[in-house]
């Protein structure tokens, strides 16, 4: 089985603040992680992916994730928002091999304040 | 290259009516996804089509059926709509499953009244 929790279902932060979205998984094999962004009225679309490389990935916008096992996280960090950056962005887990599940958080609104 | 595309974009239904909503994708993927969203419950796995010529239940499919037309489409159906099902509802493909990444269309905003 697997799954993931996302810390806080809406963060507030100052334009030029640090943004850090919390994520934890729960996997029994080793996991594919990923993050998506929702902005309003549209679909979802990746912003990075952690396939077994790299334990830090970057992605578009600044983001950037850290895979640490011992921890089961993979929290998603920005140095600096900007106010595009409001938006919804939802964390999930799959495994590889084959057609596998993927299992989506239900998503952490991000505000950004000016 | 449109990536993606649903019908219709909005759509109101009453109780026990019937509908399709129709999911297209143009980047020769194998494997296609109905998903639906309501507040604070994420994005829940209706139905999957892993390739052409299969489909499978995910989480959540009472209540709706479907069908992999082709290679490049999988449609939704509510055979009769209750309020339950008023939701949006995503439509995804993805190369394959797995590590994939999945490519979302804008999504369809359905009332059942």
């Known amino acids: 089985a697997q799954s993931v929790t996302q810390l806080g279902s809406h963060v507030s932060v100052s334009e030029g603040a640090l943004v850090l979205l919390r994520c934890n998984y729960s996997?029994?094999?080793?996991?594919?992680l990923f993050w998506y962004v929702q902005y309003p009225n549209q679909g979802l679309q990746l912003l990075l992916k952690?396939?077994?490389?790299?334990?830090l990935v970057k992605g578009i916008n600044g983001f950037e994730a850290e895979f640490k096992k011992s921890e089961t996280s993979f929290h998603l960090t920005k140095p600096s928002a900007h106010m595009s950056d409001a938006a919804e962005y939802f964390c999930?887990?799959?495994?590889?091999?084959?057609?596998?599940?993927?299992?989506f958080g239900i998503g952490t609104k991000l505000q950004v304040i000016p | 290259n449109a990536g993606v595309t649903q019908t219709p974009k909005f759509q109101v239904l009453k109780t026990g009516q019937s509908m399709t909503l129709q999911c297209a994708q143009d980047?020769?993927?194998?494997?296609m996804y109905w998903y639906r969203q309501d507040p604070g419950m994420g994005l829940r796995l209706i139905y999957y089509?892993?390739?052409?010529?299969?489909?499978d239940k995910g989480e959540v499919p009472n209540g709706y059926n479907v069908s992999r037309l082709n290679k490049r489409e999988f449609s939704l159906r509510l055979e009769s709509a209750a309020p339950s099902q008023t939701s949006v509802y995503f439509c995804?493909?993805?190369?394959?499953?797995?590590?994939?990444?999945?490519?979302f269309g804008p999504g369809t905003r359905l009332t059942v009244l």
């Open positions: 995804a493909s993805s190369l394959q499953g797995g590590g994939h990444e999945q490519f």
């Open positions: 996997s029994s094999v080793p996991p594919y």
């Open positions: 952690y396939t077994s490389a790299a334990t």
């Open positions: 999930a887990v799959t495994r590889s091999g084959g057609y596998q599940k993927v299992t």
């Open positions: 980047m020769n993927h194998n494997s």
């Open positions: 089509s892993a390739s052409e010529g299969t489909t």
